[in-house]
Structures are given as C-alpha cells and as structure tokens.
C-alpha cells in the first residue's frame, strides 16, 4: 500500500500542550539503532474498511517518534520497512508476515488484525523468529494461550471483557432471561467468542438456544439462516466480517423470521463502510458492541489525524495501531537494540503501569526519558496501554451502537462497560 507522504507532512510538531502532529518521515543517519517495523493489514477482502485508515495510523505514529528522535539528537531512526495486505486470510497473514520478516528486515510487526490471522502469523513467523508483534485490533481470548514467550501482544480489549459487555447490552434491552441463538464464523475469532458470549449468559441467568458455527467460505448460507432462527428465540447474537455476513444477511432475511432490531452484532459492524458492503437493509435497526476509545484526547487526535485520513474514511480502531507503533519505536529507544528478546523487555518497558506518564501529545519528552533508560508509562490516544501479564489490555471500555439509515450511531453515552480483566 502507497502511504500519502504529502498529507504526512502537512502535520505541525508535537508540543505537551497541542494536539497538532508532526511531519515528514526522514531517516537519522547518525550512528544508532535502526528500527523496522512492518504492517500487515487488511486492504482488500474482509474489513478492507479498515485496514487503509488504520495503516496511515500506524504510520504515522513511526513518523513521529523518527522525527522526535531527530529533534532530540537520538541517534538511529524507527522507520516502516513495508506494509501488506492480508485481506483478512490467515493463510495470506502467513505470506505477508513471512515477506516483511525475512524480506523487508522488518524487526517487528504492527497487526495482523483479527484474531485468526494473528494467530497464524505469530504462531508461523513471528514466535519462532522471537520477534514482537502487536496486533491493534484482535480480541481472541485464545491469544492468551499461546506459547509465545511473551511476545505478542494486543491493544484491543480482549473477547472475555467484550462478552461481558454484550451480556450486559441484551439482559437491558430483552431481559436477562432472555432466549438467545447465536450465529458465528468457523474462525478463530468467532468460535471463541461465541463460546465465551454462551458461558457469560447462562451464568447471567439467561438461556441459549442455537449456537450455529458456520463456514465463512460456504457457497450459500440457507441451511445456518434456518438454524439461526429456529425456535422462538427473543434477540440473536451474529458474529461476522462484512463479507460473509453479506451473504448471511440475506439468508436470514429471506426465512422472515429474523429481526434485526432484535440482533446484536459485534465491532465490525461499527463502521459504515461495512454496513455499506452488506447493505444498510440488512442492518438497519441493528445494535452492536465495540470497543471505545479510552486514551488521551481521543478526539483531538482524530480531528488531526483528519490531514491524512478524511473523518469519513476513519475507522473507530485507527488509534490503536497509532499507539501500537509509538509503542515499538518507543521500545527499540529504550532497548538500545532491534533484537527481538530485548525489544520485548523495551514494550513492557515503555508501556507502564510504572514509569513517568508520557501522552501522545508529549513524544518529545517521552523520545529523550527512554533515550535515558527510564521507564515510561505510554498514554495513548487509543487507551493507556496497561498491557496484563498475557500481553492483553487489564481492562476495557465498550459502547453500545444502533444502526440508522446505514450509520452506527453511538447510544448510552458512548460507554457501556468498564472492567479490568
């Protein structure tokens, strides 16, 4: 993917008062640690809505710490080796993730995105070439379980926090007894939380009717539908990308038993380019749970970050991968070295809970603490980055969505659920 450097360099310097973002990448000849960092995306296929906002995010974020570094005569530079595009697959994440490691020289990666395809990656390149990976958007509470000698990590709020969120979200709008059928991707992301999601309720005091695990490649999806709306279930919990859920919609539709003012939906959904791709008839009236942003001036980050990426073509999770490559840059600073064991240490590092609090709008100072060797505390524009002893976020905060005329329009105040893991 092409990164739009002119609209990079329209962006003023980082102060601890402004919320204006730096300016053009250019490399630090001077002696010192040389960091590459890889993207790897989804710009085509599944949540390709995501997937371009998201990649000018992280790039940005290496842009401004090279440029801190430069202003405070940090000798190296933290640049992107290469970004790829996986379209969501986990076998093509295997392939983007194979060519920016062992090709491009990228010593650590930013993404994949989902659950399944991060996974893939890590558990094919990037655990055995003891190399951090940080993912913005996974949530699997499988990523947990891997052997990974701690180096993996993820901004996004896990699934165990996101399944309590839904719980809480139906048990208000259809009771907490309620009748729920479930329908979910045969993935790695949606096998678990649909698992997760059916534990959570029943121990709310709720009731489950049918959980059907679909194939995301299947030809045609009218056998899942009529499972899906069997019985008299009183609300459905669907867990899918825009792709397939284009062809469930359908599907469901055509039984004329579903009701989408009575279906929940998950994050991907909270973005109107996706509900575009399934059509806005199949997911008006819907609601859904998402992750919200809990950093550091959120909005004023977004309204910069507007001179790259117009506010209509932003996705709600483009700060995360923002925060995920100031924390790898960040991390090579402090480490003194583009060694992945060493790399790793330099995330926990910069990352907190110890350690001087630094925000994004204070690079600068946050560049010349980790130059020092001092811990820091990473406050982002995503989240404070309180990363647990699993590489997850210890805590999440989540809002409820409804869909209008083909938008996610927030409701509740934006936040619905605030826990720690």
């Given at each position: 993917m092409k990164i739009n450097r002119k609209r990079l360099t329209a962006l003023a310097g980082i102060t601890a008062t402004a919320s204006l973002f730096a300016g053009a990448a250019t490399v630090n000849a001077a002696t010192g640690v040389d960091m590459k960092i890889g993207i790897v995306l989804p710009i085509t296929g599944n949540l390709s809505a995501y997937g371009p906002p998201m990649t000018q995010a992280a790039t940005l974020g290496v842009t401004q710490v090279n440029d801190a570094m430069m202003a405070n005569n940090v000798?190296?530079?933290?640049?992107?080796?290469?970004?790829?595009d996986d379209q969501a697959s986990p076998p093509q994440s295997v392939e983007a993730a194979n060519k920016l490691v062992l090709t491009?020289?990228?010593?650590?990666?930013?993404?994949?995105?989902?659950?399944?395809?991060?996974?893939?990656?890590?558990?094919?390149?990037?655990?055995?070439a003891g190399i951090p990976l940080i993912s913005p958007a996974a949530s699997s509470v499988d990523l947990a379980l891997l052997d990974d000698s701690d180096s993996v990590f993820q901004v996004y709020p896990s699934d165990a926090l996101q399944a309590k969120a839904v719980v809480l979200a139906m048990a208000k709008q259809f009771g907490k007894k309620a009748l729920v059928n479930v329908g979910a991707r045969n993935d790695a992301y949606g096998t678990a939380l649909a698992a997760t999601?059916?534990?959570?309720?029943?121990?709310?005091?709720?009731?489950?009717?049918?959980?059907?695990?679909?194939?995301?490649?299947?030809?045609?999806?009218?056998?899942?539908?009529?499972?899906?709306?069997s019985g008299k279930p009183?609300?459905?919990?669907?867990?899918?990308?825009?792709?397939?859920?284009?062809?469930?919609?359908?599907?469901?539709?055509?039984?004329?038993?579903?009701?989408?003012?009575?279906?929940?939906?998950?994050?991907?959904?909270?973005?109107?380019?996706?509900?575009?791709?399934?059509g806005a008839k199949y997911v008006n009236g819907a609601h859904g749970t998402a992750a919200a942003p809990a950093g550091t001036k959120t909005a004023a980050w977004k309204k910069a970050f507007e001179a790259i990426v117009p506010k209509d073509s932003q996705s709600f999770v483009d700060p995360a991968a923002y925060d995920a490559a100031?924390?790898?840059?960040?991390a090579a600073i402090y480490a003194k070295t583009n060694k992945g064991p060493a790399l790793i240490?330099?995330?926990?590092?910069?990352?907190?809970?110890?350690?001087?609090?630094?925000?994004?709008?204070?690079?600068?100072?946050?560049?010349?603490?980790?130059?020092?060797?001092?811990?820091?505390?990473?406050?982002?524009?995503?989240?404070?980055?309180?990363?647990?002893?699993?590489g997850a976020p210890g805590s999440g905060t989540f809002?409820?969505?409804?869909?209008?005329?083909?938008?996610?329009?927030?409701?509740?105040?934006?936040?619905?659920?605030?826990?720690?893991?």
């Open positions: 000798p190296g530079s933290c640049t992107v080796a290469s970004s790829e491009d020289g990228a010593n650590a990666l930013i993404g994949p995105m989902t659950s399944g395809t991060t996974m893939s990656a890590a558990q094919a390149v990037t655990i055995p999601f059916k534990t959570a309720w029943v121990a709310n005091g709720g009731r489950i009717g049918v959980v059907d695990i679909y194939d995301p490649n299947a030809a045609t999806y009218d056998s899942d539908a009529a499972k899906i709306v009183d609300a459905f919990f669907i867990i899918d990308f825009e792709q397939t859920f284009a062809k469930v919609a359908p599907a469901l539709a055509r039984t004329k038993k579903w009701n989408v003012s009575k279906t929940y939906l998950t994050e991907s959904f909270n973005d109107a380019n996706s509900i575009k791709t399934v100031v924390i790898e840059c960040l240490k330099g995330i926990r590092a910069v990352s907190g809970p110890a350690g001087t609090p630094y925000s994004w709008q204070q690079l600068n100072a946050a560049v010349k603490a980790v130059a020092a060797g001092k811990k820091i505390a990473y406050k982002g524009a995503w989240s404070e980055v309180d990363f647990d002893s699993t809002e409820i969505y409804h869909v209008v005329n083909g938008i996610p329009v927030d409701t509740h105040a934006n936040v619905l659920y605030k826990a720690k893991a």
